[in-house]
């Protein structure tokens, strides 16, 4: 069965530092997410992207974060200058149709030191 | 702002046994999802409800809404272990396109033999 999946599983990196997190979406989807989840706390919608732009995105989402879908398989987080804060699982998410249900990744462990 | 509120919290139970897990919501939706966390997992969607009145079950899982009590009930019957989970409502900004989803805090399941 097809899967999305990301890389790395797990990325240490220090306070002000720029972190790219890379997902690859099932090859026939069409919807894209991104969530978070602070260890224990529940999951945070950070953005959708639709048709190579963003659709949809939380008062998270600041201008410290971007997403870019570079070629037609790679779908990326970037965060510039990770904050303490920042450290959470992230997941990766995706669907072939709007009101389908989303297929997600197994997370990259982001840990901010 | 729409805000999502799932009860209880925390839910023991034992095998055999039958329980509902409630999800309120604060605004009119007109997607509803519900999702399966294993602990150090990632999620797995389980349900995706859409109108009013709607009804899906998959084993034991029956899940349903009514959109105009703005209320979504996951019922579990007949419990066993294999069910021991957290689980997450999440609901959609009403008018997006790819979603905004605003999660419950999660019903954390432990069924006990």
């Known amino acids: 069965e097809p899967e999305v999946t990301q890389t790395p599983s797990h990325q240490v990196t220090q306070m002000g530092q720029e972190v790219i997190l890379r997902c690859v979406p099932i090859s026939n989807h069409l919807y894209f997410y991104w969530y978070r989840q602070i260890l224990g706390q529940k999951v945070e919608f950070l953005v959708s992207f639709y048709n190579n732009e963003i659709s949809e995105k939380s008062e998270i989402f600041d201008d410290q974060f971007s997403v870019e879908r570079p070629d037609g398989s790679n779908f990326t987080l970037k965060i510039r200058s990770t904050k303490l804060e920042d450290s959470a699982m992230y997941f990766c998410?995706?669907?072939?149709?709007?009101?389908?249900?989303?297929?997600f990744g197994d997370g990259t462990r982001l840990s901010i030191l | 702002e729409l805000k999502v509120e799932q009860n209880p919290l925390f839910l023991s139970m034992q095998e055999g046994k039958n329980y509902t897990i409630y999800c309120n919501y604060s605004?009119?939706?007109?997607?509803l999802y519900w999702y399966r966390q294993d602990p150090g997992k990632s999620l797995e969607s389980l349900f995706v409800l859409l109108s009013n009145g709607a009804v899906k079950q998959e084993g034991r899982l029956m899940a349903s809404l009514d959109t105009k009590a703005r209320l979504s009930t996951l019922h579990i019957t007949a419990a066993v272990h294999d069910l021991s989970a957290t689980y997450f409502c999440a609901v959609d900004k009403i008018g997006t396109n790819a979603g905004k989803s605003t999660f419950g805090d999660g019903t954390t399941l432990t069924v006990k033999p």
């Open positions: 998410a995706s669907s072939d149709k709007r009101n389908q249900p989303q297929h």
């Open positions: 605004t009119t939706s007109d997607r």
